[in-house]
C-alpha cells in the first residue's frame, strides 16, 4: 500500500473549515484514499474514502487532485468534538484489506 | 449499523496471568476482524488478521503464542494475551469487515471496537 504524508498537527477555530491534507504521491490506480480519526482512548471511526471524484457525505468532504498524488479532508464547520487524530490511508479496496496507520494529524479545534 | 463492540473496556491484571478480550459485530458478520494495539502517543500498530474458522495471520515481530486469537463464528473474535507482562500493557483495538464484500463500497469496509485498555502490574 502506498505510503501518505501528513502535517503532524494542525489547530482550526471552532465553526471554520479544517483543511486537512495528506499527500500520497506513489498511489497507484487501484488505490483508493481513506480518512479515519481517532477521539482520544476510543476506536478509530470511518469518515469518507473517494478513488478519484470528489466525495461528500454528512460528516466532510474529501478533494483528491486530478494527479491523485495528493487530498485534502474538509470538516466545513469543524466543533470541538471534531478535535482527534485524522489518518489519511490509501490502499486497494480487494486483497489484503488491512488498514496500515501512519501518524496522522492531531487536529485541535480551539473555541 | 455497522457497531462492534470489544469486553471488558478496561482490565487490570497481575504479571504472569492470561487476558481475554472479546471483539462482537453486533449487527453484521465479519468473515475478517483485525486486531491493534495502540501504546500512548503512538498509532495503531495491527497485530493480525483473523478469518472465521481458519488460523489467524500475524504480522512480523507479533508472538502468536503470546496472543492468541480465535475467530470461532462470523460475529465474534478473541484475543488473549498469555502470560502478561507489563510490557503488554496498551490499547487493544479490534476491527470487523463487514460480509458479503462489494467492490470500492462500504461493505468493504471495516469498523472499529471502542478498544480495551490492558493494563498489567
Known amino acids: 500500500d502506498a505510503k501518505t504524508t501528513q502535517p503532524p498537527s494542525m489547530d482550526c477555530a471552532e465553526g471554520r473549515a479544517a483543511n486537512l491534507p495528506c499527500n500520497h504521491s506513489t498511489i497507484s490506480g487501484n488505490e483508493y484514499v481513506y480518512w479515519y480519526r481517532q477521539i482520544h482512548s476510543q476506536g478509530p471511526q470511518y469518515i469518507i474514502h473517494g478513488l478519484k471524484n470528489n466525495e461528500t457525505n454528512e460528516m466532510a468532504s474529501l478533494i483528491i487532485t486530478e494527479d491523485r498524488k495528493s487530498s485534502t479532508l474538509i470538516l466545513p464547520h469543524a466543533t470541538l468534538r471534531d478535535t482527534a487524530v485524522y489518518y489519511c490511508i490509501v490502499r486497494v479496496a480487494q486483497g489484503a484489506q488491512k488498514l496500515v496507520f501512519g501518524q496522522g494529524t492531531r487536529l485541535t479545534i480551539n473555541p | 449499523g455497522a457497531v462492534v463492540s470489544q469486553h471488558p473496556s478496561w482490565v487490570i491484571c497481575k504479571s504472569g496471568t492470561s487476558v481475554k478480550i472479546e471483539c462482537r459485530s453486533l449487527?453484521?458478520?465479519?468473515?475478517?476482524m483485525f486486531w491493534y494495539r495502540q501504546f500512548p502517543k503512538q498509532s495503531l500498530m495491527l497485530m493480525a488478521t483473523?478469518?472465521?474458522?481458519?488460523?489467524?495471520?500475524?504480522e512480523q515481530g507479533v508472538e502468536k503464542d503470546k496472543f492468541l486469537i480465535n475467530h470461532a463464528s462470523l460475529t465474534l473474535s478473541t484475543l488473549t494475551v498469555t502470560s502478561a507482562h507489563p510490557e503488554d500493557s496498551s490499547f487493544y483495538i479490534c476491527?470487523?469487515?463487514?460480509?458479503?464484500?462489494?467492490?470500492?463500497?462500504?461493505?468493504?469496509?471495516?469498523?472499529f471496537g471502542p478498544g480495551t485498555r490492558l493494563t498489567v502490574l
Open positions: 476491527s470487523a469487515r463487514q460480509f458479503p464484500v462489494a467492490s470500492g463500497g462500504l461493505y468493504n469496509e471495516q469498523f
Open positions: 483473523s478469518n472465521e474458522g481458519s488460523k489467524a495471520t500475524y
Open positions: 449487527d453484521f458478520q465479519a468473515t475478517t
